[in-house]
């Protein structure tokens, strides 16, 4: 009983987007093959469906409008329809993208349109796949840990530029395209020795954010795994939200990786620096003792 009620929700609920979608888009209509990605689990198959279409319909209304003309099982996440929640993420004709925003007049009709599940990801049922990996990779970042307040109000002082650095990783809506176009989850799978392009993103808006005092390169080269990107900027060319994931964000990261880990004169800074300081603290306590 309960699932022929939830049935019966997901099919008004396909309608109603339907109807939407008719009040928004162009009268002229035509007839496109949907070669849509059915199955539980990893057993699976496209199937075909045809539906009508018209002016100004994105793959989203499509795909709700087959779930009302009677493919009424089909799963597929989505919420706002705007591009902001990142839940509609896919595969169109090969490529990641969010259904609710790729129109159809961006695509061939002429041929079947192939809607699949993002493939970096464990699949649960037709579009809708496993994506708990990345929450569980952005866990293991460390979190903000700011500075102790510099003025008498208890607040801080930054710079413009410095705040407006990090603006650009804010835009992030956690579709996790990034992520699913990455050969190193998508093709090896290794989604808990690297937290993958989104959660790298995380990290710079952390270590380049002006009042976080924290160092995450040891982080980063150990259990984030930086050292697996090969910096192909295909995370960069998906993101809906043009975040300069590549240049901006892991290319910095892994400059302060190298600078740390493997740049001899700045190990011998280090080293230094570390002797000068034991030498002074030693020094202090001699005074203290002979006081």
């Not at 176009?181 to 808006?205: I, M, S, T």
């Not at 080293?271 to 000068?276: A, E, F, H, I």
Request: hydrophobic share 35%; net charge positive; with cysteine.
């Amino acid at each position: 009983m309960a699932d022929q009620s939830f049935a019966q929700d997901i099919v008004k609920s396909g309608q109603r987007a339907a109807e939407r979608s008719n009040t928004s888009a162009g009268t002229e209509t035509r007839k496109a093959t949907f070669r849509v990605w059915r199955g539980a689990g990893t057993t699976g198959e496209l199937k075909d469906y045809s539906t009508s279409v018209s002016e100004g319909m994105v793959v989203l209304d499509a795909i709700h409008q087959i779930q009302a003309e009677g493919a009424t099982d089909l799963a597929v996440r989505w919420n706002c329809k705007a591009g902001k929640c990142g839940s509609c993420s896919a595969e169109i004709n090969g490529m990641p993208r969010l259904l609710c925003m790729t129109r159809l007049s961006e695509l061939d009709l002429a041929k079947p349109v192939t809607v699949e599940p993002m493939r970096a990801f464990p699949p649960v049922k037709d579009l809708v796949t496993d994506v708990s990996s990345n929450f569980r990779a952005k866990k293991r970042i460390r979190k903000f840990t700011p500075r102790a307040p510099d003025a008498p109000d208890g607040t801080w002082r930054m710079m413009q530029a410095d705040a407006d650095r990090v603006q650009e990783f804010r835009k992030c809506i956690e579709c996790f395209l990034c992520q699913d176009v990455c050969h190193v989850l998508r093709d090896h799978h290794l989604h808990e020795q690297f937290v993958g392009p989104r959660l790298l993103v995380h990290a710079a808006q952390l270590e380049m954010h002006p009042l976080d005092i924290l160092d995450r390169t040891s982080d980063l080269k150990e259990s984030h795994g930086i050292g697996y990107c090969n910096i192909t900027k295909c995370c960069t060319k998906v993101c809906p939200e043009n975040i300069t994931i590549t240049d901006n964000a892991i290319i910095p990261l892994k400059e302060r990786v190298v600078d740390k880990a493997y740049d001899p004169l700045g190990k011998l800074v280090r080293l230094l620096r570390g002797k000068s300081g034991k030498a002074e603290e030693g020094r202090g306590k001699r005074d203290e003792s002979t006081r």
